[in-house]
């Protein structure tokens, strides 16, 4: 596994894109960043980035391959951290050159400047009826049947998920998010500061000894973060909305 992981300055942070056929913003972002009208010092992925892309399930890769193969070329070029969600896993043979990081090794630990940093997809210390299910769809065996399955029936189970998750809302609010979070994490991390995605809530406060982040879904408004210095806080999320007519205009 990877030790002494630097967060650097101007680090793009980006949670939760749920790329799909409907959701084509993200791959934009990404040619942006190929060719050069973005330019991240790195490029920190916080899972769900896909609506669905599972290891061993081909079916899953073919219909991600333009946003698949523009990632492992930024890859080549600068350092991509990918920390898989519940849409996305099994995928360090999908992206030979990024850090890849199983639930099971988040929340993972990040330097900037004197701050320990956490993060995290965010489905960590879940219930345990979760965590079953997260180990029995990341089970190698059950995504090879499913493979099987979907390919015999014409991918009908993928396009059937697909088409329940196209309908699903990224963007609504969570009631009590608060109070949720303090229950969750409090008494258990060690750190300066704590950020996920996977709720989707775009919000930020305090937890006994760390401050805790929440993204914005990139999927909510095609929201992303730059990694800065504050004489304040010492880590400052700019939060950032890519506008895809924008960057075209600008060529």
Do not use: W
């Not at 190929?34 to 330019?39: A, I, T, Y």
């Not at 940093?117 to 990341?138: F, M, Q």
């Not at 937890?207 to 990139?218: E, G, P, T």
């Amino acid at each position: 596994m990877y030790h002494n992981l630097e967060l650097k300055e101007g680090a793009f942070v980006v949670s939760d894109a749920h790329y799909s056929h409907i959701r084509e913003d993200f791959l934009d972002f990404l040619k942006a960043i190929k060719s050069k009208k973005l330019h991240p010092t790195q490029l920190i992925l916080l899972g769900d980035i896909f609506d669905m892309l599972f290891g061993q399930v081909p079916f899953t890769l073919e219909i991600n391959t333009e946003a698949i193969n523009i990632l492992n070329e930024i890859s080549k070029e600068i350092e991509v951290i990918y920390l898989e969600g519940n849409h996305d896993f099994n995928l360090k043979k999908i992206f030979p050159h990024i850090k890849v990081f199983s639930i099971k090794n988040q929340p993972v630990k990040m330097n900037f400047l004197n701050q320990r940093v956490l993060l995290s997809h965010g489905d960590i210390e879940s219930p345990l009826g979760y965590k079953i299910y997260t180990a029995i769809i990341r089970n190698p065996f059950i995504l090879t049947l499913l493979s099987i399955f979907d390919t015999l029936f014409n991918h009908i189970i993928i396009k059937k998920l697909d088409e329940y998750l196209s309908k699903k809302d990224d963007c609504k609010e969570f009631i009590g998010f608060e109070k949720f979070i303090q229950r969750r994490l409090f008494g258990k991390y060690s750190c300066d500061i704590f950020i996920e995605g996977h709720f989707h809530q775009n919000k930020s406060f305090a937890i006994k000894d760390f401050r805790y982040i929440n993204l914005a879904a990139f999927a909510c408004n095609q929201r992303y973060f730059i990694v800065e210095s504050s004489k304040d806080v010492g880590l400052f999320l700019q939060e950032n909305s890519f506008a895809r007519a924008q960057q075209y205009q600008e060529i």
